[in-house]
């Protein structure tokens, strides 16, 4: 079988089309014919190669979750706006306040260093499927196969950490578990911020226009990589120098027309393409609309609770814009899921597989059986005890987590557990959250059986408005003065023995027991172990490697690095509704005079658009282009990609998808599938006419003027 791997291809048309995916660089020549029909004028080498300098050295893992690209010789890196957020809001102050006003170092000595920031450079990828599945038998249960490729991973790991003692190494598991890779990184920890846009530019639109096309959001920020005079990664010191890359990425300004190609280098974080129809059919139909009535139900009472205070509006909208975010998503991912007909086309393919499979047949079975109505039960109650404790539904229980411990440790509170405490304080406000906590609660049994209910309230003994306001008004965590005051005063043992019968720790406790695994278990004994289910889906994805021997399979995304390629293309939206390729500076001036806050806009940019001041960076029609969709597959992690034209420049930045099409994480569909990007000519008309940072379009221009 392990022969199988070394070349994964499938062939069905509605299982995979070249063009569709994320693809793992060091296997792109398998690609590469059909990229370059689509246009590309590189070779695969040029993209991806470990001997000699390639684009995918130009490409950073950018903090925990985004991609970032290096576009000068001496270190200086793009992300998106959103990506740098964080780093950006911990050098802010209200004296220096970065979000609200941008922040431009004018000369190096301006850089600031950003804590705990770090990116990673790819160095290599190697496959070592046959040192983890060596010897590994059939006849070995579940769990232990796991645990001993999990060993296997951390041995090969450790092992290339010793033999390089400048690189980290992580072996990832790549079609189910069928394939495995080595991934070798560099990590440089000294990071500065160098630029950054005002947030109403960097933020433009919100989460009006979150997951929205058309649009206009200058979604960029700009570091600087520093090493130590080896180029090396180093402690923050004021001894380190610029990095030297490898490669850096050049930048086009010649701009881009509908058909062109495109191609995003990136870190797509997870996808589940090869999820079966009825595991799709559930998500459609079950899970997701019980978890947007859940957060329909949050966003309600923060709504109507911030609409009339100033104070609780700021307090909640971090909150709020978080609630939001899949909330929206998911409402497009059943929406484009039942446009483009998703489950039909899925079942479509299971079919075709199981003419070519004998194997598949059974493994669909097991599918059904996993993915029954009382199955998915357990999905729902996972998802639910997460939006009910750890997302916040109920506040008072989110902040029992910390304190339902059991410890006889005589120190006190830790510093940050300190500052975490006050900043939940900061943001709660009793009155919202009680009523939050109750129609949340509401959601909660309106959806599940008695037998997951809290023990009171299954019983008949009380009402959900009786139990959360007995919890409201009884429990210590509800009185911020009283909680201040426990933990400055007393030791972690003493303040756990003061806690124990607190009411809202009590309720965490129970939900917390009752919606365990174990126990959704009982109902659902075909997944009684999760490693179960991964197993079903490594049969799976072999027998599809197995029955399409002669075509292209990709891999879901992994948050490895991954090349996506595809062309700009407006796209039909709805009956009647068609979008265009591209936006440009006009359309910020037409969302401004909406008068909506998410479309408030610097004055200073104004006045650029009523000068037309646009310098170089107009576009053939006079324009500001501003943002552009493309079909390349992307998801979250892609965010702060290079989104690259047919010779490998640098055309703009990767930083969302378009909301018909958001299920591309599940099924993409080339008609509605559209990634998101912010034209790089807006960001360099950005960084020279409205910040006056015209040294840095030199630099990250000083390969075209060389030439
Ligand atoms: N906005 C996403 C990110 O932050 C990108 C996406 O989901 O398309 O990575």
């Known amino acids: 079988m392990r022969g199988l791997l070394l070349i994964i291809f499938i062939a069905a048309a509605t299982l995979a089309r070249a063009d569709v995916g994320m693809w793992i660089p060091m296997f792109l020549n398998r690609n590469i014919d059909e990229m370059h029909k689509q246009g590309l004028r590189l070779s695969a080498e040029e993209i991806y190669s470990v001997n000699n300098a390639s684009l995918k050295d130009a490409v950073v893992i950018f903090g925990g979750g985004c991609t970032g690209e290096v576009v000068s010789e001496e270190g200086l890196l793009l992300t998106n706006y959103h990506c740098g957020y964080d780093a950006i809001q911990k050098l802010s102050s209200v004296t220096h306040n970065y979000l609200a006003n941008g922040y431009w170092a004018m000369s190096r000595e301006e850089e600031l260093p950003c804590d705990g920031l770090s990116v990673s450079f790819l160095e290599s990828i190697e496959d070592v499927t046959e040192r983890v599945l060596a010897d590994i038998s059939s006849a070995d249960s579940d769990d232990k196969r796991a645990e001993t490729i999990k060993k296997r991973c951390r041995e090969i790991e450790s092992a290339a950490m010793a033999e390089d003692k400048m690189i980290s190494a992580s072996v990832e598991s790549f079609y189910a578990g069928n ?51 080896e180029n090396n990664p180093a402690p923050r010191s004021s001894a380190n120098v610029p990095y030297r890359p490898k490669k850096h990425l050049k930048i086009s300004t010649k701009g881009i027309k509908e058909g062109d190609f495109t191609m995003v280098i990136g870190y797509p974080g997870s996808t589940k393409l090869y999820s079966p129809s009825v595991f799709i059919e559930q998500i459609q139909n079950a899970i997701y609309p019980r978890l947007i009535e859940m957060r329909g139900a949050k966003l309600d009472v923060m709504n109507r609770h911030q609409a009339k205070s100033e104070k609780v509006d700021i307090q909640y909208a971090y909150k709020n814009s978080l609630t939001s975010n899949a909330w929206k998503k998911w ?21 075709e597989l199981c003419k070519r499979n004998e194997d598949a047949k059974g493994i669909l079975k097991e599918y059904e059986s996993i993915y029954d109505r009382d199955c998915v039960e357990w999905f729902i109650i996972d998802n639910y005890y997460r939006e009910l404790i750890r997302q916040g539904g109920i506040e008072l229980c989110q902040l029992a987590r910390k304190f339902n411990f059991k410890s006889d440790s005589k120190e006190k509170f830790s510093e940050s557990d300190m500052k975490d405490i006050e900043q939940f304080y900061r943001n709660f406000d009793k009155d919202l959250s009680q009523e939050m906590a109750i129609e949340v609660l509401k959601v909660y049994c309106r959806n599940t059986r008695k037998d997951f209910w809290p023990e009171k309230l299954a019983k008949g003994k009380t009402t959900i408005e009786k139990l959360i306001g007995q919890i409201y008004s009884k429990s210590l965590l509800a009185d911020e003065a009283a909680v201040l005051k426990l933990i400055s005063k007393k030791n972690i043992s003493q303040v756990g023995k003061a806690l124990r019968n607190d009411p809202a720790i009590r309720l965490q406790k129970e939900l917390h027991r009752i919606t365990l695994f174990r126990n959704v278990a009982t109902y659902c004994p075909n997944i009684d172990n999760l490693e179960k289910v991964h197993d ?18 990709p891999s879901d995304a992994n948050f490895t690095m991954r090349v996506a390629y595809g062309h700009v293309a407006g796209y039909d939206a709805d009956d009647a509704v068609s979008y265009e390729a591209f936006t440009t500076l006009d359309g910020i001036i037409e969302k401004n005079s909406t008068g909506n806050p998410d479309y408030e806009m610097p004055e200073k940019l104004k006045d650029l658009y009523k000068a037309k001041d646009y310098g170089q960076y107009a576009d053939a029609d006079g324009k500001i282009h501003t943002a552009f969709v493309a079909t390349n597959h992307t998801t979250g992690g892609n965010s702060g990609s290079p989104v690259l034209n047919a010779d490998g420049e640098l055309i703009g930045l990767n930083f969302d998808r378009a909301w018909n099409g958001v299920m591309s994480d599940m099924y993409f569909n080339s008609s509605i599938c559209r990634n998101i990007t912010v034209d790089i000519r807006y960001l360099l008309f950005i960084v020279d006419k409205f910040a006056g940072a015209k040294y840095l379009v030199d630099e990250m221009l000083q390969e075209q003027k060389d030439n």
Request: proline content about 4%.
């Open 179 to 229: 394939q495995y890779l080595l991934y070798r990184y560099k990590v440089y920890s000294d990071i500065r911020l160098v630029g950054a846009p005002p947030s109403s530019i960097g933020k433009f639109g919100g989460d009006t226009d979150n997951w929205v096309w058309p649009r206009h959001t200058g979604d960029f920020s700009i570091f600087r990589i520093y090493a130590d005079k």
């Open 331 to 351: 409402q497009g991912e059943i929406k484009g899921l039942k446009k483009t007909d998703a489950i039909a086309q899925l079942r479509q393919r299971e079919m």
């Open 536 to 553: 079903v889906d490594r049969r799976y994805l072999s027998a599809l490697i197995a029955a399409y021997p002669d075509s292209l399979l």
